[in-house]
């Protein structure tokens, strides 16, 4: 799993200055220590008014966060699958509106897990909208935003392309598979769909050498020539497409996944967390995710 940050915002100091400073000029204006007794009681009084307008102030500046440097901070659980066009997303958002978002790439069921066990979290944009169901079920989903569609293709290694060259020819004897962990992943899942579709199933998964608990793990054992094929989402073949050859599958065994992004009833901060997930949903931010190789939902 791992952990990003996006560019940290500071206080700003001029802001600040202002909010200490005022007070204190107003409190020397009208409490002058040498004056008369009677001046200094009605000192006392004025003292008190400056201390309600120092609150005062800083709570209306706290109020307009981004604006004044007191960004707010929110953790976005997502997808290993997700993670270039999320890390493009997530930094122009912090530009644009001074929160920072926080990201923690794994699969889909792990993070699942995770927000089960730990009861924390703002955001959840798994690979498919299967492990957003589930938490949905049991309560912890706030509102959710359908995104972009994430489609399976069959990556080969440059070594295996004269021996793969059509899904049928990964049940060949011989030809070392890696897929994914269905219960870690939504591609596992997928490609299990596909198998057991294609009526191959038994045929391929003897072939099968290793399993990974993310896409990205599954695409690079075929980018490095670890294995020579795998199931694997055509964001990340494309990625990969100096290393490895595309390989369609058959639509009909299966349904694209649907990646969307839920603000979950554990977010601090839901009202940020929804304009978060609105600005996913943007065309611009569409636009993101299809130069990374993801398809737009038919509708």
């Known amino acids: ?113 995770r927000i089960q066990a730990s009861g924390q979290g703002d955001l959840f944009m798994p690979g498919a909208l299967f492990h957003i169901d589930t938490l949905e079920q049991k309560g912890l989903i706030h509102s959710v935003r359908a995104l972009v569609a994430h489609t399976a293709v069959v990556g080969v290694s440059p070594a295996a392309a004269d021996r793969i060259r059509s899904f049928e020819d990964l049940a060949r004897p011989g030809i070392r598979l890696a897929l994914g962990d269905p219960k870690a992943m939504a591609m596992g899942r997928t490609a299990r769909t596909i198998l057991q579709r294609s009526g191959l199933e038994q045929k391929v998964l003897k072939n099968v050498v290793v399993t990974g608990a993310t896409v990205k793990q599954l695409a690079l054992y075929v980018a490095r020539g670890d294995v020579d094929a795998s199931i694997i989402g055509r964001a990340d073949a494309i990625q990969f497409r100096d290393r490895m050859t595309m390989i369609p599958i058959p639509p009909a065994w299966f349904q694209p996944e649907t990646v969307a992004v839920a603000v979950l009833q554990s977010s601090r901060h839901p009202d940020i967390a929804e304009a978060f997930c609105d600005f996913m949903a943007s065309e611009e931010s569409l636009a993101v995710f299809g130069e990374f190789g993801f398809l737009p939902l038919e509708k």
Do not use: W
């Not at 926080?102 to 069921?109: F, I, K, P, R």
């Open 1 to 113: 799993m791992t952990i990003r940050t996006v560019t940290k915002h500071t206080r700003n100091l001029p802001t600040a200055a202002f909010v200490f400073f005022v007070p204190f000029v107003v409190k020397q204006m009208f409490l002058n220590p040498r004056r008369s007794r009677s001046a200094r009681r009605g000192g006392r009084i004025r003292n008190r008014f400056c201390g309600t307008l120092h609150v005062a102030i800083s709570v209306l500046l706290s109020s307009f966060p981004a604006a004044n440097g007191f960004a707010e901070e929110l953790t976005l659980l997502a997808g290993a699958g997700l993670r270039q066009p999320t890390d493009v997303l997530v930094d122009r958002f912090a530009q644009q509106t001074g929160h920072r978002i926080l990201t923690a790439y794994d699969g889909g069921g792990r993070l699942m897990a």
